[in-house]
């Protein structure tokens, strides 16, 4: 069975992953609307994220193979053809192996 990729009027956009090693529990429900921490750049191929009051180093890495994000396609009526559509093609991630540091902020006396 072939698949028929099809891609966006508005180019295909280039999407990160984010690898990380542990799990990650939300305090109460699921993670649905809310926002997991905040992704700050480093230098070079350093990135560092900040959940709560811990930071994550990590590394941007480029993946063995790109990877496409699809989205299957409405079947068309007669046609026996399966289509979907290219949303996205991922080429870096981020990687997050090492464990979390506690954030300490200083105040300014």
């Not at 990590?58 to 396609?73: E, N, Y």
């Not at 009526?77 to 870096?92: F, H, L, Q, S």
């Given at each position: 069975m072939?698949?028929?990729l099809i891609s966006?009027?508005?180019?295909t ?21 809310k926002t997991?921490?905040t ?24 993946t063995?193979?790109p990877l496409?994000?699809?989205q ?5 009526d007669?046609?026996?053809?399966k ?6 093609v991922?080429r ?18």
């Amino acid at each position: 069975m072939q698949i028929k990729l099809i891609s966006t009027p508005e180019g295909t956009p280039e999407w990160m992953a984010i690898e990380m090693h542990g799990m990650i529990s939300p305090q109460d429900g699921g993670f649905d609307g809310k926002t997991l921490g905040t992704i700050c750049w480093g230098d070079r191929n350093n990135v560092y994220m900040i959940v709560g009051n811990q930071t994550l180093e990590g590394k941007i890495s480029k993946t063995d193979r790109p990877l496409l994000v699809i989205q299957k396609s409405d079947k068309i009526d007669g046609d026996d053809e399966k289509n979907a559509t290219v949303r996205a093609v991922i080429r870096k991630k981020l990687v997050f192996k090492v464990r979390p540091r506690p954030l300490v902020l200083s105040t300014a006396a």
